[in-house]
């Protein structure tokens, strides 16, 4: 085995995690396997998770007939599964992990799951940093001292059902964006709606199919302005450089709820100028946005898995609307000097091929985007190369090679993982992988 090369890591049947003793790591690119370069791993970011893959032999490379194999057995004859990396928020992964499928496996749950592998006495993965913002890094987080902000803000605020709603995020999801809210710094949610105009695939708040479990409730009471109010203008007023976000994990599509958010952003900028008001939506009903612009909002984020009509329809399974009503709200928050930021769901093997990369870039261009955050995709690797059918995947060049590209076509785009503050607006930021990129050009 080459020294340079990772290990595969496996798991045995009651959850433990093993690297394998002759396999060497292997990794899936969308299209095909092969094996990862020694610059493209780094170790496993704190915070990540490990998670054992049911019903998914792991694959791994054998060195001396350089053939792929299955590690099917363990050394007493016990099965083994696959393992997956789940990396920390702010981190981006380049593959996803190399398993072969059983039949009658079970969906995965959704989450992102990456290739891991073992070198040099710790786990490793393939993943880029794209956000240098610490905001989500777990070892900022001490629950006690978020639980005694949570008593302390329900005690000055007993009425305010959005905090209510915001205390169950923060202590039973452990949402990073309620916890800041607690915590009294960075950027703070305000969930509104509680029904959708979209039925996404990877949805992790309302999931029909049995066989995915969704990560969270989502909200079942729409909020009230007044509610909203009150967290927004306390949030901006306590915290420099502040941000406050409709649109949130927790709940449906905000824009459903237009004239609470409007009467939401009039009541925050008549009560004070600080700070940023954003929206995170899939940006569906264009004249709301414009309405909501022309009443003080500052940003907004728009959420797509692809800037082609099939396969942005193939996953979002939208309502009354189209990939095109998307682009005219992007529009209409650029054409009124608005920040446009892109949540772009990023999924090896579909996000980097040519076809997308140009889609995106002429989405980029015509909606005077000024930010692409680049977020991995949750969802069954399978389940979603299925839903989107023939064509999706085709040549993928890789996701470092992929982010060097928009931003050359793009030398002002900034790259990140969280929604700014306004010190950092018309700054392009550093480039990830940015060491990478010569040995992708070399190869």
């Known amino acids: 085995m080459s020294q340079a090369a990772a290990r595969l890591v496996v798991a045995d049947a009651q959850g433990h995690f093993l690297d394998h003793p002759t396999l060497e790591m292997l990794v899936w ?40 194999s299955a590690a099917a ?7 083994l599964f696959a393992v997956s990396a789940f990396v920390a928020p702010a981190y981006v992964r380049l593959y996803h992990p190399a398993y072969e499928t059983n039949p009658g496996a079970p969906d995965l749950s959704l989450y992102a799951y990456g290739a891991v592998g073992w070198l040099n006495g710790r786990l490793y993965t393939a993943a880029v940093r794209v956000d240098s913002d610490q905001r989500q890094d777990p070892y900022r987080f001490d629950i006690d001292l978020i639980r005694k902000r949570v008593v302390a803000r329900r005690l000055a605020k007993p009425a305010n059902q959005t905090i209510r709603h915001l205390e169950h995020c923060a202590l039973v999801y452990h949402c990073r964006a309620a916890q ?9 949610p305000l969930p509104a709606a509680s029904t959708c105009n979209a039925a996404c695939l990877g949805c992790i708040s309302d999931q029909p199919d049995d066989n995915v479990t969704a990560a969270h409730t989502r909200m079942k009471i729409p909020a009230r302005a007044d509610d909203l109010i009150e967290v927004a203008v306390d949030h901006l007023e306590r915290v420099d450089n502040a941000v406050v976000s409709f649109g949130q994990g927790c709940e449906g599509e905000p824009l459903v709820q237009g004239p609470v958010l409007e009467a939401t952003i009039r009541g925050i900028r008549a009560r004070t100028s600080r700070g940023i008001i954003n929206l995170n939506s899939n940006a569906s009903l264009p004249k709301v946005v414009a309405r909501l612009a022309d009443a003080g909002l500052d940003a907004i984020r728009i959420s797509i898995n692809s800037a082609r009509s099939p396969y942005y329809e193939r996953y979002y399974r939208p309502t009354g609307y189209t990939l095109e009503d998307v682009e005219r709200s992007a529009v209409e928050m650029s054409s009124r000097g608005r920040y446009v930021a892109l949540n772009y769901f990023v999924f090896p093997g579909v996000s980097d091929t040519p076809a997308e990369i140009d889609a995106l870039c002429g989405f980029i261009d015509r909606g005077g985007v000024n930010m692409v955050q680049l977020r991995n995709l949750n969802i069954d690797p399978e389940l979603y190369l299925r839903e989107l059918g023939d064509g999706a995947v085709d040549s993928p060049i890789g996701v470092v090679p992929f982010i060097h590209q928009l931003r050359a076509r793009f030398p002002r785009i900034r790259f990140g993982y969280f929604n700014p503050p306004r010190t950092r607006y018309g700054r392009p930021g550093p480039l990830p992988g940015a060491k990478l990129a010569p040995l992708y050009a070399a190869g």
Do not use: M
């Open 180 to 188: 800041n809210f607690f915590l009294d710094r960075w950027e703070a």
């Open 29 to 68: 690119d969308g299209e095909s396997l092969r094996t990862p370069l020694r610059e493209e791993l780094i170790q496993l970011p704190k915070g990540s998770d490990l998670f054992v893959l049911p019903g998914r032999r792991p694959l791994g490379l054998d060195p001396e007939t350089n053939e792929i």
């Open 73 to 79: 057995e363990g050394p007493d004859g016990e099965e």
